[in-house]
């Protein structure tokens, strides 16, 4: 499986396995991750599972869509190149190993 990890701005960093086609949001929700709260449910509607995604994995996904790059004109950090919203990244084995950073706020 997988494995994804999700570091908070102390450094402090998380790593977990994740089963194929769950999303970044889903994996964090389902495993207790702190700071992903994703109050939509996955609709890219919210924008409360912003994410920074690491250099090395930014180019390995897919554009953002629609819906998502609206969102992601009302993040409550920062916007960043780096920024996506975790519910609409699906983990694939090319991701294996990706790495996240989570921001310091999402409200
Ligand atoms: S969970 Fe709401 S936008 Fe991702």
């Known amino acids: ?7 908070y701005s102390d450094g402090t960093k998380k790593t977990i ?4 086609g769950t999303t970044l949001r889903d994996a964090a929700v389902d ?9 939509c449910g996955g609709l ?7 994410v920074y995604v690491a250099d ?3 180019d390995k996904l897919p554009e953002p869509g629609r819906d998502e790059a609206e969102m992601l004109e009302a993040t409550a950090a920062e916007r960043k190149d780096s920024s996506r919203l975790s519910c609409q990244i699906e ?12 921001p310091e706020t999402q409200y």
């Open 1 to 7: 499986m997988p494995e994804v990890s999700y570091v």
């Open 17 to 20: 396995e994740v089963d194929e």
């Open 31 to 39: 495993n207790g991750i702190d700071g992903i709260e994703g109050d």
């Open 44 to 50: 890219a509607m919210c924008a409360t599972c912003h």
């Open 56 to 58: 090395a994995y930014k």
């Open 91 to 102: 983990i694939t084995e090319e991701l294996d190993g990706i790495e996240v950073y989570i």
